[in-house]
């Protein structure tokens, strides 16, 4: 199935190659977890600290959760501004 | 003891120079900066008056840590009824500035009447003289700031002024120092301008005595550490500037764009931290040329930027080709996202124009927004606007418009109203995107309820940096609420504002919050101030000048129908995003919020309350 993978800040380095301006096109299998898919990609996990699917926050637990067809997961190490 | 304890009295009518002691019962009660200043101002103008007539007054304010090592102790802030909005204004800024006034030994400037003719005022250590401005009136910040050094001859004058802008009542018109930071909002600079007080220059040889040295540099060395090991302030912030918030508010379908008919941006990428990093395809250069830090910061979140000499804006235009003041968060959402143009190199361009002659780039960028949507409703047309094609979108609209703004020409003249007044001048008002007439910024309440909330009960109108929520709501600092839920956030707010309005009058940037909270700011200002500064006791000053500053404005003439927001955020839900289908909700916090705040029903203090804090 396919789902965006969107890196940010200083996780950009982590984006496969092909990808555009912090965003990747994915094709994943039926199953695969916000975890599974950043640990694929060796996004440490500790850095992961801004996630989101479609834009709702994702807390510790709902990063176990199984990814859904056309989701796009978007994550930022610890950011702020103002 | 912090605080210099001496303040300065100019009164330009008079053409007179005075010395007072500062009043060390009120320090006691407001702090220093914010507080303090506001204390006077409202001790001493009368709420109705014109904020652009003589009887206003304007102050320039310190924090008792402003010019010590504490880590960014370098703020001040501009103080006085706002030209833009009619209620309290207090615009706050860093560079060097605000340190240099506590070097050269005051704590406040407090500027009365107005001048004959146009003046500059000279703060060198004790020698103050308030001097002929003729060969500067008319000129930019930047061509002021460069005059006033070589005039006086000495390179380490630092310089606050405005610039045509402000010189011509554009109501969002900046008080300016150091090249590029920025007093921005409520139109402060306009009141310089009606006092016909160009610029302050100030050079200190001085220092800044604590209470207790010893204390104070454990304290200020302890939350150095804190600081530098915090990855949002140690890492994120220097390396990527506010600017890095484009793509996360962005994804969080809480970016109000096209004046805010909608709530994401097609094209935040393109205008982000991000892009401002990578090499650009025209001369392989980034936008972005490293990060800079006011005095005594050890954050450095500011943006040095660059723009291509090739983009049409600059072309045969070497002036502009020199590093300066890039895009933050704020302004890179006014200049594009409020107004759809994704053009990187045209933003900076806007921006670097916003400083150059004193504008704020958060109004501008949204009276622009607004009056491009004026445009494509067919109520304004390129008659009006002299030949502009306003279209959402358009990078030659928006840097043509800024121009004309900064110089107070043409349409430019009608685009420095505001939003507020130029919608209702053409019989649309609810096209304005403002509370008490100042433009929100960049955070859409539909999508983070509690920046509705902020928005609407803030003392100096719309306004981020009076609660930021947004750390909570969206970013999880102190810790993650549902920015869509309504429930709580009264109290969040009510908390946010009153621990901002304690740091804001310390002399500290508030950006530091992102990682200390008031446990590890009470112990600096301890061992810097006279007194006991416990943490409780700062809650108690925030809260007090809280109060402090809505009396001010319910004198003034604003009531409970004023804590409102635009129409379209109400009435017109989000479109797309996690709160698609979803208005902002401000009815269902504000009763809750005045009750925590101990007001009425119709927002204002009992007398309990005013008791209770002794305001």
Known sequence: ?82 | MGWTGKILRIDLSKGTVKTEPLNMDWADKYLGQRGLASKYLVEEIDPKTDPLGPDNKVIFATGPLTGTCASTGGRYSVITKGPLTGAIACSNSGGYFGAEMKFAGWDMVIVEGAAAKPVYLTIFDDDVQIRDAGDIWGKSVWETDKWIKAAHQDPMIHVATIGVSGENAVLYSCVVNDLHRAAGRSGVGAVLGSKNLKAVAIRGTGGVSVKDPKEFLKATKAGKKVLKDNAVTGQGLPTYGTQVLMNVINEAGAMPTRNGRDVQFESAGDISAEAMAEPRRSDGHPNLLTNQACFGCTIACGRISKIDETHYTVQNKPEYWHASGGLEYEAAWALGSATGVKDLEALTYANFICNEQGLDPISFGATVGAAMELYEDGVITSETTGGIELKFGSAEALTRCVELTGKAEGFGKELGMGSARLTAKYGRPELSMTVKSQEFPAYDPRGIQGMGLTYATSNRGACHLRSYTVASEILGIPEKTDPLATEGKAGLVKAFQDATAAVDSSGLCVFTTFAWTLEDIAPQVDAACKGDWSVEKMLEVGERIWNMERIFNNKAGFTAKDDRLPERLMKDAAKTGPAKGLVATVDKMLPEYYDLRGWTSEGVPTNETLERLAV
């Not at chain 1, 990808?19 to 850095?47: C, F, K, M, Q, Y």
């Not at chain 1, 926050?57 to 501004?81: H, S, T």
């Open chain 1, 1 to 82: 199935m396919q789902v965006k993978l969107k890196l940010f800040a200083s996780l950009a380095r982590y984006l496969p190659d092909g990808s555009e301006r912090n965003v990747a096109r994915l094709d994943i299998a039926e199953g695969t977890t916000i975890w599974s898919l950043l640990d694929a990609h060796n996004v440490p996990r500790g850095s992961c600290h801004l996630v989101l699917v479609n834009g709702i926050y994702q807390g510790p637990e709902a990063r176990y959760n199984a990814l859904k067809e056309g989701d796009e997961l978007a994550v930022w190490p610890p950011v702020a501004g103002g």
